[in-house]
Each structure stands twice: as structure tokens, then as C-alpha cells.
């Protein structure tokens, strides 16, 4: 009994564990805009919008389709009756109007209606212009997850040099005060390295929490839980080696690639569609019907049949300007759209150019920081050496220590820059 206790407590322990962990994901780059993509809530929320224009264009399409109502009726005339007189001097003749109850039957069917036509053809668009939509907010998370997946390496990297400073600077630091003990070097010198320490603890913090808050923000486009511990499996370097700089800047670019611009192709479709709707509506409306009654309880004298077939012409004739006002705001409204479509033209035609020169500009800063690093990092190693050896002082190997860590700083924030151009330029050309 008691070995049963322990080994229903025993899986109650794991049972809990297991729900309160998180496993470990592990993403690379393309990993995790694909993981993105499937569980993002902003993605979704585009997907289920291509959703709902399909059903308005179904819903649109069903007001052309036969339509079929049954009616069922009671009347009840609380006994009233009418008087029949055929002759003077004669008795008039009671006739009662008796309950009656009538099952109705009726199917009707659109033959024409212009607005119903081009309102099918608006909704078509419309669905069109959600799906293209869909692909917008699709490519605004692509770029959204590469830039925080740079940041998130970056801030691993930046996080990965100070630890290595800081053991660095604590080891001469070490050496110092026993230099000091021996009276080869003066208090100040650790006193020195002693405030570098504390720089370099602030900035280790600084930089912990600046990971906390890439990877949380990662965590958030990735559509995972905050608390679910994430792993990055690309490393700079990697992904450095495949930027592909000179078959960027040689790809030609295409403004009916361009998301933007084809969701301005669909507005312009779409406002030329509101222009024919408006002149369809001095168009007459023909629809056809069968109704079918059947008398439950008749009336004493009944004469109408149980099956009637018949047409219904509608013919617009006067509406007081009406009609005449609201083409001509649908006119103005197209007219608009294709000014926006001119404007968006030139604006994209000038940003791919800007896009082209930050590129251009970021990759010769990086190739410069990178070498100002390798620079800086030997000036650094070199005062060390010559510390230790007694000819240079502590300030020297201070501020040439810290020249290195600016050059790194420099260079990694070169990393950021260069992706941001990189994204912007793909995102143009709708190749992200």
C-alpha cells in the first residue's frame, strides 16, 4: 500500500513538472520565419480575412440565385359577416367570413440586374485584395523576425566579448595587485582597473537585459509563450558569409513585384468597379417568380389560383440627382486613385534608388568598423603586453581597452545596420 502512495505521488511530481516546463525550440533564421509564419496572431488574423471575403463573395453570389420562401397564414374574421341585397322587398342574405388559413410557396429568380453584376466582380477583388494583403502582412513579419533574430545574435555576441574583457581585465587586475604587494606597481594602477571592472559589470548588465529584451520580442513574432526557453542555431559569421551584397545589388527591380504597388492595382480595379456599379443603376431590374398557394381553410367565394408565374421589370426613372451624384463621387474617387498610383510609383522608384545607396553606404561602414576592430584589438594587445613588461601605464592599457570595446560596439551595431539596408531592399523588390 505505502510503495502504491509513493508511486502515485511520484507521477503526480512528474505530471506537474511536465506541465509547468517549456522545451527547449531550437530555430535557425529560416526556422524561425516559417514558425512565424504558421503561428504568428497578426498572420492569422490576415489569413482568416482571406476567409470572410470568400464567404461575402458567396453571400454576394447567393443574391443571384433562386431564392425560395414558404409562408404559412391564419386570419380569423371574429365573426363578421356582410349583407347581400338582390332585390327590394327581399330579405338580404348573411354571408359569414369564415376562418381562412392559406401555405405559401414561392421561388423567385435575378434575370438582370447590372449592380448585382459588378458588385460580383467587387467582391472577387475584394478577395483578391485580401490575399494580397495576407502576402503584405506575411513579408512585414519576415522582416520583423530577421531584424530581431540579428538583434538577438548581436546582443549574444556583445554579451560574449565584455565576459571575455572581463575575465581579461580581472586577470590584470590579479597581476596588479600582486605587483603592487611587491612594490613594483603604485595603488592607483589598481584603483584603476578596479573602476574598469565596475564599467564592464554595468555594461555586462546592460547588455544581459538588452537579450532579455531581444529574445522576449523574438518570442512575441514567433507567436511562442515568453517564459519558452529559445535557442538560435545561425550564428553571425554564417550568416555574414551568405549576404549575397553583389547579387543584391545587381537584381533588377519590378514594380509589379512590389506588394504595395499591387495592392494599389487592386484599389484602382476596385474604384473602377464602384464607377460601373454607379452607371448600372440607371439600368432596369428584371427578376421572375412562381408562387404556388395552397388553401388550407377557404373562404366561402375563393377565386384565386394555386399557381402563378410571373415577371417583375423595375425601370429607374427620376431620383433627384441622386444617381447623377454618386457616379459622380465614384468618378472622383477613381480619379484619386490613380494620382495615389502616379505618387506611389515615383516613391518607390526613388526608395529603391535610397534603398541601393544605404546598402552601398552600411557595407563599406561595416568593412571599415570590421577593420577598425582587428585594429583597436592589437593596439589593446600590445599595451597589455607592454604593462606587463613595465613601459606602458595602466591608464594606456585602459583606454586603449576601451577603444577596442568601442570599436566592437561599432562594428556590431555595422551588423544591425547593414541587415536593416539588406531587408528594406529585398522587401522592395518583395524578394524577403
Known amino acids: 500500500m505505502r510503495l502504491k502512495t509513493n508511486l ?3 507521477l503526480a511530481v512528474l505530471a506537474l513538472v511536465r506541465t509547468n516546463g517549456q522545451d527547449k525550440l531550437s530555430f535557425s533564421l529560416g ?7 504558421e503561428y504568428n496572431k497578426t498572420v492569422k488574423n490576415a489569413g482568416l480575412a482571406i476567409d470572410e471575403s470568400r464567404k461575402i463573395y458567396n453571400e454576394t453570389l447567393s443574391a443571384g440565385l433562386p431564392q425560395a420562401n414558404v409562408t404559412l397564414d391564419y386570419s380569423n374574421f371574429l365573426g363578421a359577416e356582410i349583407e347581400l341585397s338582390f332585390a327590394e322587398g327581399m330579405p338580404a342574405q348573411k354571408i359569414p367570413f369564415n376562418p381562412t388559413s392559406n401555405l405559401n ?5 435575378l ?5 448585382y453584376i459588378i458588385g460580383l466582380q467587387s467582391a472577387r477583388l475584394y478577395k483578391e485584395l485580401t490575399e494580397t494583403s495576407y502576402h503584405k502582412t506575411e513579408q512585414n513579419i519576415r522582416e520583423q523576425v530577421t531584424k530581431s533574430y540579428y538583434n538577438a545574435l548581436v546582443s549574444d555576441l556583445s554579451i560574449g566579448i565584455l565576459l571575455k574583457n572581463l575575465d581579461n581585465t580581472k586577470a590584470i587586475f590579479e ?12 595603488k592607483l594602477d589598481t584603483d584603476q582597473f578596479e573602476v574598469q571592472l565596475t564599467s564592464l559589470g554595468n555594461a555586462l548588465k546592460s547588455a544581459e537585459r538588452q537579450k532579455e529584451l531581444s529574445y522576449n520580442l523574438l518570442r512575441f513574432q514567433l507567436g511562442v509563450p515568453v517564459d519558452t526557453p529559445v535557442e538560435l542555431t545561425d550564428s553571425i559569421n554564417g550568416l555574414m558569409e551568405a549576404f549575397g551584397y553583389e547579387l543584391l545589388m545587381g537584381s533588377d527591380f519590378s514594380l509589379r513585384d512590389n506588394v504595395d504597388f499591387q495592392l494599389m492595382l487592386t484599389q484602382e480595379k476596385l ?21 404556388y398557394t395552397n388553401k388550407i381553410l377557404k373562404p366561402e367565394f375563393d377565386i384565386q389560383p394555386k399557381n ?3 415577371l417583375n421589370l423595375s425601370i429607374p426613372i427620376f431620383s433627384s440627382g441622386q444617381r447623377n451624384a454618386q457616379l459622380s463621387q465614384a468618378r472622383i474617387q477613381y480619379e484619386t486613385t490613380l494620382n495615389n498610383k502616379e505618387l506611389l510609383t515615383d516613391q518607390l522608384l526613388l526608395q529603391v534608388k535610397q534603398a541601393r545607396f544605404n546598402l552601398a553606404t552600411e557595407m563599406e561602414q561595416h568593412e571599415n568598423r570590421k577593420k577598425n576592430v582587428d585594429v583597436a584589438y592589437r593596439i589593446y594587445k600590445n599595451y597589455q603586453l607592454k604593462y606587463e613588461q613595465g613601459v606602458a601605464s595602466s591608464l594606456d592599457l585602459t583606454i586603449s581597452n576601451n577603444n577596442y570595446l568601442q570599436a ?5 551595431m555595422s551588423i544591425i545596420s547593414l541587415i536593416n539596408a539588406k531587408v528594406e531592399l529585398k522587401k522592395l523588390m518583395n524578394i524577403l
Open 308 to 310: 402563378v408565374v410571373g
Open 111 to 115: 434575370i438582370f440586374n447590372g449592380a
Open 271 to 291: 474604384s473602377a468597379s464602384q464607377v460601373t456599379m454607379q452607371k448600372m443603376n440607371y439600368l432596369p431590374t428584371i427578376t421572375g417568380f412562381y408562387s
Open 8 to 10: 502515485m505521488i511520484l
Open 175 to 186: 597581476k596588479t595587485k600582486a605587483m603592487v604587494s611587491a612594490g613594483m606597481a603604485e
Open 105 to 109: 410557396l414561392t421561388v423567385s429568380q
Open 408 to 412: 566592437e560596439t561599432e562594428y556590431l
Open 31 to 37: 526556422d524561425a520565419i516559417q514558425h512565424a509564419i
